[in-house]
């Protein structure tokens, strides 16, 4: 049974950070590209970060300068580090493997920045 069990959100003035956790289970972490995504209220699902198996990196235009996507195959984790939050960047956080055909996806933690 494939789990993907993000960690790491809240309640974070403008300004601060926070990082954000995904630990997987049931899949071979290594071989899967692993996202990042968000959806705010309202509004559909987008990607944030992405990395792949070789470590290449994509942000979106939004958050480049202020997110990192890091990835550790020994934990079977990957990590957001959010750096500088805004109020806009209040979503929930869902995290994703993938590895055609498949992908999963995770429960998503709550950020919500506001002062």
């Known amino acids: 049974q494939v789990q993907l069990v993000e960690s790491g959100g809240g309640l974070v003035q403008p300004g601060g950070s926070l990082r954000l956790s995904c630990a997987a289970s049931?899949?071979?972490?290594?071989?899967?590209?692993m996202g990042w995504y968000r959806q705010a209220p309202g509004k559909q699902r987008e990607l944030v970060a992405s990395?792949?198996?070789?470590?290449?990196?994509n942000y979106a235009e939004s958050v480049k300068s202020r997110f990192t996507i890091s990835r550790d195959n020994a934990k079977n984790t990957v990590y957001l580090q959010m750096n500088g939050l805004k109020p806009e960047d209040t979503a929930v956080y869902y995290c994703?493997?993938?590895?055609?055909?498949?992908?999963?996806w995770g429960q998503g933690t709550q950020v919500t920045v506001s002062s």
């Open positions: 990395i792949t198996t070789g470590g290449t990196t």
């Open positions: 994703k493997a993938g590895r055609f055909p498949s992908s999963y």
């Open positions: 049931g899949i071979i972490f290594s071989i899967h590209v």
